[in-house]
């Protein structure tokens, strides 16, 4: 391949401007990797794109840069979108048809029941002291039954002492 | 070394505005059109930031493109397309340097967005002298400059 031939054809700058073939751009994007020279030409031909449009260049009024940043941080906010509306099944006769045909009725009321959260310290209050109370019966029962012993074993040694 | 968006504008805003404005020809809807291109450009900076990449030559692509509903528009109006070319003489100094027919394949591929194929279609010219008259074009401006 001649390639001081195919920088002189003109492709280079014909690519550079965005108005090369998709197939031309695969070849030159190809040719670019392969020789240094298409390479270097291309580099020189971007430097100069540049110079000429430097050239042409209009400085921009002042206020566009704050401009450009305005509508940019427009475009930045997400519209708030309307909730989608779901057809319900009321409304759809249809849906209340083939519904009767296919499925069973079934309760759909919760057996559970809601509790505020401020309830559960009062809960634990409460299982606290039912445990105390439990305690304490328990102690006061074995008490008793010690006293009820004493006092049986109390009247059996008053039986055996001996009148006078 | 990755350019900023405000970088981009400090650096190019000035010669993108240039070349809008020799397309549209129109301060105020050059500077819309230089606004939209910015806000395009702040939705994808890390493409321009890729390595290999010339920022300039990527930037004139973006706008090419973002322009091309204008060119549609004005084929659409049926404005006479050698009536359009003219217009762009006044706008750049260096056209006077050139041919008729590197003037013609200039302004067609700079400011129209032309392909070479489509431009040797239009003229009935073989593509390779088209490719030649542009390359022409670019050493005249070169030389100009």
Redesign the interface.
Known sequence: MNIQQYIESGILESYILGSASEEEIHELLYFKDKYPQIRSALYELETDMELIAQKMAVTPPPGMWEKIEASINEVAIIPEYEPLKLKSPKEDSNYNDLKREQFIEVESESNQMRVHKNWKWVFAAVFVLSKIFLICAIYFYLENRQAQQQIQVLKTELKQIPVK | MPYS??EL?DKY???????I??IVDDAKL??QH??SI??KL?LDLSEINTEGC?V??HL??LA??HLSGFYDTARANNRAEQTDVNSYYAR?K?LGLMSEEQKLVFCY??YK?????Q?AAELKKPE?S??????EA?II??RG?
């Open positions: 968006l405000n504008y805003a000035a010669m993108l505005l240039g070349y404005s020799g050059a500077e230089l606004v910015y806000n702040a010339n300039w030559c004139q692509k090419q493109k750049n260096f591929v700079y967005g032309k392909t070479t194929s431009i390779e088209i490719r030649k008259a542009l390359k670019f401006i070169k400059s």
